[in-house]
């Protein structure tokens, strides 16, 4: 048995003090599967008298963070504080003194990849992050190394167990956004300020990171289309409901169709019921992959977490542990292909729209006129009601996101549009 | 660029073809991947003249495998012959001429794989196996590196293809069993001899090598227990279709309450429609594993095929590859928990019962009295039809097989039974 290696950690709370627990109850088992004992040696906290949910020895404890992870004797930082800085900083000093690191960080990863990746690769320094996306859920690895000798196509998946829990109870209950986001926050799987999680920001950051992987090309938050689940309404779910389809919050990387290119993407769509992302309830996170060779393929679990996320921690801590002792280290980051990441219009969608019309005769006409105009094919449409609450409801084929934005332009100019009452895109529901 | 890594491969059918296909069609992509080009120097195959489904150059055609795996130029031996022999020989030949090994062999692996380990360990040779269980789904290395630091509990997944396809089919038509077969052997699905298949062999080594990789314990192909899907009737299919379930041939891997020894088995089993793993239609498979931290995920995809395969073989070839490179090799095989693998009969599991009975007044509580007996307790109970036609179904709770199966045996020996109509495991329905 090698020597005891030595780990300092960065931050405590839901996820930390999980890693802390686990490392202690599974000591000998981490031990005999790294081939030698994981010993945490240090936790850089604000507060250090705060209440924790794990005993931690009140030695181990410091706020002198930027001193922790530069000490000679610490190989492994594991960082779960979150956050750009001061994060980043102490990452970087990490790597530059020769540690390798472990975070779970998905904003830094998503906004600044580069200067992390590119001081692991200066420092030859291990980097793993795998609880940075889907937390509990094998994600990045089966991605980074199991699809290494496939091309990746599309990753289409539910990546936030906030909006997704929201989006559930509204389609289960018919419950309205803000009853929904009040029952969440009740339950802990929203925040007091549920930003980052409603309006995307939390599925983008992960998109970027997925993106980046499943196309060996750098992708950042800011390359990221968001729109967020705010204005959702009942009215909407209940319409999808009625047609067979859930509306879930996607995050979406696609190639284009000629391949040099990829969008990435997050927004609500109407996905249909029989789709098996349609399953996916609650705070669950499932994540579908398209690759040319594999085919698809779903992964999925438990999206965050405290003990999730540390397992996915703890499975990097021994991957790093074990590349220490071979000397050796994993994959480097990937992005050689270098395709372009591009703009949402480019993107290609469906969608799905409702239309407030005058009942008169020649309305489909004139407005399957527009849509012709915009290049834009119809795959269904119906009318619904008669009279002064005609209804026109429209499913498109395959098209460019611009065309689709420029078609509803058109229409809401039309005068026998009285309104352009919902508009949707809709995925996973692949009729050419 | 490093030099060329030289590939050699054994065996080019269904899933050999497909390998030959993507190292040419994604040559510079896996050259950028692995930091080295990959270059296909030898292929073994038993006929040259045959048509095959890739186009190969008639110079790398050879069918002396056992020069072909010690050639000196050689770094990697791609095994997809299948089978004990000569697949073992050869592999062994090759590490101890210092090749890494990639296999798709579960066969092998599952029934002799502490010598291809102990091998593999002795000669410092990588030994990668992802193809070897449920296709093109990332699997063996989640569950080897990203659950490393995590406590598996239980794996419980649809691993055969062929049956999946078999039992769907006779959930959505009402065929029988043997109409099902011919179906699925008219389109490619089942094999002329289906035994491996439907007997559950297949799923069986399988099972094996996941349970040992789970577990960090040696398992072989003879500690599981097994049963196949011949004797499923329409008539078992239609009746779990009433009780709201679906039979599925499941690979259930468990830890047993004490955590001391782990139960293998494959069986088929009712469970319930609105359990993850009863949407798994046609040839899929996926794979629930339920860890003490990580809680419950799931991984899906396509069990079997060529190209699926092929990509799993592909990730492989890149991991090892980047391995030679780097000088190091990935993780070895991990048995040192070394947990007892005890008899079915030790196994917990719930069973549903229908008896036919005549219709007096206290059979229910005679039948009752009997499973009291046993130890073993009742959830449901239901009496259908009347006098001659009077029929009790029971589903149990959980208990030991052992105690199930003695359950069963005292109630056909009981004069007021006429006959144990129908018994069936009941799986993924965890009402304590």
Redesign the interface.
């Known amino acids: 048995m090698t020597k005891p290696l030595k780990i300092a950690l960065l931050g405590c709370g839901v996820v930390g003090s999980?890693v802390v627990r686990?490392l202690r109850e599974?000591e000998s088992?981490?031990a005999?599967?790294v081939g030698a004992p994981l010993e945490l040696v240090g936790v850089a906290v604000r507060k250090p008298g705060r209440k924790r949910d794990a005993e931690i020895d009140p030695a181990l404890l410091t706020t002198d963070a930027e001193s922790l992870v530069t000490r000679d004797d610490v190989d492994i930082v594991v960082e779960v504080i979150g956050g750009i800085e001061p994060a980043r900083s102490l990452i970087l000093a990490a790597m530059a003194s020769g540690k390798s690191v472990v975070t779970a960080n998905k904003a830094l990863l998503a906004e600044d990849g580069a200067t992390i990746h590119r001081a692991a690769r200066e420092n030859g320094a291990d980097l793993y992050f795998?609880a940075s996306v889907a937390g509990?859920?094998?994600l990045l690895?089966?991605l980074r190394?199991?699809?290494?000798?496939?091309?990746v196509q599309r990753v289409l998946g539910i990546v936030n167990g906030t909006t997704n829990y929201i989006l559930d109870k509204m389609d289960s209950s018919g419950a309205s956004f803000t009853d929904a986001l009040e029952e969440a926050q009740a339950l802990g799987y929203a925040e007091a300020d549920p930003t980052a999680d409603v309006e995307g920001f939390d599925a983008a950051a992960k998109a970027a990171i997925l993106a980046g992987i499943a196309f060996?090309s750098r992708v950042t938050a800011a390359d990221v289309h968001r729109e967020g689940i705010t204005e959702i309404t009942a009215a909407d779910v209940a319409s999808a409901k009625a047609m067979g389809y859930v509306i879930k919050l996607l995050a979406i990387c696609a190639r284009s169709d000629d391949g040099r290119s990829v969008g990435v993407r997050v927004h609500p769509a109407m996905i249909p019921r029989s789709h098996?992302l349609a399953?996916v309830r609650e705070a669950y996170n499932a994540v579908f992959v398209e690759?040319?060779?594999?085919?698809?393929?779903?992964?999925?679990?438990?999206g965050a977490?405290g003990?999730?996320t540390?397992?996915?921690?703890?499975?990097?801590?021994?991957?790093v542990a074990?590349?220490r002792i071979?000397?050796?280290?994993g994959?480097e980051e990937?992005t050689?292909?270098d395709l372009r990441v591009h703009p949402m219009g480019e993107s290609v969608t469906r969608c799905h729209v409702s239309l407030d019309v005058a009942d008169k005769p020649g309305v489909l006409a004139r407005v399957a006129d527009i849509f012709a105009k915009h290049d834009v094919s119809i795959q269904t449409v119906r009318q619904e009601g008669r009279g002064d609450d005609a209804q026109l409801v429209l499913v498109t084929h395959r098209a460019s996101d611009a065309a689709l934005s420029a078609t509803i332009e058109s229409l809401r100019e039309m005068d026998i549009v009285r309104a352009v009452a919902g508009v949707m895109r809709v995925e996973g529901d692949e009729t050419p």
């Open positions: 999980q686990l599974q088992d981490l005999a599967r795998e509990a859920i094998p690895r089966p190394e199991s699809m290494a000798g496939d091309r060996h098996p399953g690759a040319e060779s594999a085919g698809r393929l779903m992964f999925y679990g438990a977490g003990a999730p540390a397992s996915a921690v703890l499975g990097d801590i021994v991957a074990r590349n071979a000397n050796t280290r994959p990937s050689y292909a």
